[in-house]
């Protein structure tokens, strides 16, 4: 599996960006996919992931209401809509997918997802 993530930019805070993950999954039904992110001296944190065989998208508490996780099966692609960003979602950001039905909280941990794209960087100005 190959993800290609992009999209990312500098914004100011209250704006917003769509990060795109360009994939090799034609069925999106048979895998889970994620979006997490990483801050410097931080640790790699989950963000959002969508389990579509099972039709479930989950986010973390920091994002819920501001970020979307949706997918164009057409174009193979998984989306991250953020709006309302603010200077702590400046991060670079990673797509994943695993071939497992992630669900609830299992999709929060990175160790469940296999495929990871290069990260996009986000910055936040305030």
Same mark, same amino acid.
């Given at each position: 599996?190959?993800?290609?993530?992009?999209?990312?930019?500098?914004? %100011?805070?209250?704006?917003?960006?769509?990060?795109?993950?360009?994939?090799?999954?034609?069925?999106?039904?048979? /895998?889970?996919?994620?979006?997490?992110? %990483?801050?410097?001296?931080?640790?790699?944190?989950?963000?959002?992931?969508?389990?579509?065989?099972?039709?479930?998208?989950? /986010?973390?508490?920091?994002?819920?209401?501001?970020? #979307?996780?949706?997918?164009?099966?057409?174009?193979? #692609?998984?989306?991250?809509?953020?709006?309302?960003?603010?200077?702590?979602?400046?991060?670079?950001?990673?797509?994943?997918?695993?071939?497992?039905?992630?669900?609830?909280?299992?999709?929060?941990?990175? #160790?469940?997802?296999? /495929?990871?794209?290069?990260?996009?960087?986000? #910055?936040?100005?305030?």
């Amino acid at each position: 599996v190959q993800l290609q993530a992009s999209g990312g930019g500098l914004v %100011q805070a209250g704006g917003s960006l769509r990060l795109s993950c360009a994939t090799s999954v034609r069925t999106f039904s048979r /895998y889970s996919m994620g979006w997490f992110r %990483q801050a410097p001296g931080k640790e790699r944190e989950f963000v959002a992931a969508g389990s579509w065989g099972g039709g479930s998208t989950d /986010y973390a508490d920091s994002v819920k209401g501001r970020f #979307t996780i949706s997918k164009d099966n057409a174009k193979n #692609t998984v989306y991250l809509q953020m709006n309302n960003l603010k200077p702590e979602d400046t991060a670079v950001y990673y797509c994943a997918a695993t071939r497992r039905n992630l669900i609830s909280s299992s999709c929060h941990s990175r #160790t469940n997802y296999h /495929y990871w794209g290069q990260g996009t960087l986000v #910055t936040v100005s305030s």
